[in-house]
């Protein structure tokens, strides 16, 4: 199950983050509402080693997730992918 999981100090020690981790069944085009107020960094990778996972877009706290084969064709059916994203909190 996918969740926030906890706080990280900005470098300067100016204000919190939080963390997104999560398994998340997705498919080409489909968004993910991490729970953040914002997203500042995302990362992805996908359960097959063929398959690229990328963030297409961002509006606050949801990611739309971009899901490609290894020839470059858009994979339609879902499947695992694994999410950390660091960012605001609500």
């Not at 100016?14 to 997203?39: E, N, R, Y």
């Amino acid at each position: 199950m996918a969740e926030i999981i906890g706080a990280l100090a900005k470098a300067l020690g100016k204000g919190q983050k939080k963390v997104f981790a999560g398994a998340i069944s997705v498919a080409d085009g489909d968004t993910v509402d991490t729970g953040l107020k914002s997203v500042d960094v995302a990362i992805l990778t996908t359960s097959d080693a063929t398959h690229i996972a990328a963030v297409t877009g961002k509006s606050g706290g949801t990611i739309t997730i971009g899901l490609a084969d290894n020839a470059g064709s858009a994979v339609t059916t879902a499947e695992t992918v694994y999410i950390l994203a660091i960012g605001d909190p609500k």
